[in-house]
């Protein structure tokens, strides 16, 4: 058994799909906007599981978004062979951190917004 899909709820899924693909460099799987139907993977893994960028138009899902995002809580851990390397780079391109990177027992992290409506998590493999 292989995870096949996950998803996050984003506030706007075709913004979002902009982001994931233009910004954070992951690779287009699908893209059907008559249906509101935006799939990512990584370029590093194109077999691997797809990230679907889910409308949170349902009440439940927002209200878990929204409040996954008011805490500053990732809903998402993106490995990355640098971390600080990731930031300087997202950083350039406009993407807002909620603070340096930081080293800990697991490793060196950071957390941004996506601009989307959820937070996202840099962790260094």
Do not use: W
């Not at 027992?105 to 409506?117: I, L, R």
Request: hydrophobic share 35%; with cysteine; glycine share 12%.
């Amino acid at each position: 058994m292989r995870i096949k899909m996950s998803g996050i709820h984003v506030v706007d899924p075709e913004r979002a799909y902009e982001f994931y693909t233009g910004t954070l460099g992951l690779e287009p799987l699908m893209a059907m906007p008559e249906y509101n139907l935006f799939i990512v993977c990584s370029p590093e893994d194109p077999g691997g599981p797809g990230l679907l960028l889910e409308p949170s138009d349902n009440p439940v899902a927002e209200a878990y978004r929204s409040g996954l995002y008011r805490e500053q809580l990732p809903v998402l851990v993106l490995g990355v062979p640098d971390v600080q390397a990731e930031y300087e780079r997202l950083s350039g391109l406009g993407v807002q951190f909620l603070g340096e990177p930081t080293l800990d027992s697991t490793g060196a992290q950071a957390v941004f917004d996506d601009g989307c409506g959820n937070y996202l998590q840099l962790h260094q493999d």
